[in-house]
């Protein structure tokens, strides 16, 4: 469930990034790009996982 949350928070901190190198006129932006996609992906997968794992437990608990 924590791979939900950090994956939209590296998204988060990742746009951050991305805008202050270009505010600043910095390179690099290679960091905040990967931050931003892998921080996409984290938080996807962790949401489908989480759905998945609550609708296991609650069709365990209705079969019962």
């Given at each position: 469930?924590?791979?939900?949350?950090?994956?939209?928070v590296?998204?988060?901190?990742?746009?951050i990034?991305?805008?202050?190198?270009?505010?600043?006129?910095?390179?690099?932006?290679?960091?905040?790009?990967?931050?931003?996609?892998?921080?996409?992906?984290?938080?996807?997968?962790?949401?489908?996982?989480?759905?998945?794992?609550?609708?296991?437990?609650?069709?365990?608990?209705?079969?019962?």
């Open positions: 469930m924590l791979s939900f949350f950090t994956g939209f590296a998204v988060l901190l990742g746009v990034a991305l805008r202050q190198n270009w505010v600043r006129a910095l390179p690099g932006n290679g960091f905040a790009w990967a931050g931003i996609i892998i921080g996409a992906i984290g938080g996807v997968v962790g949401s489908i996982i989480l759905m998945v794992t609550v609708w296991i437990v609650m069709a365990g608990s209705a079969g019962g």
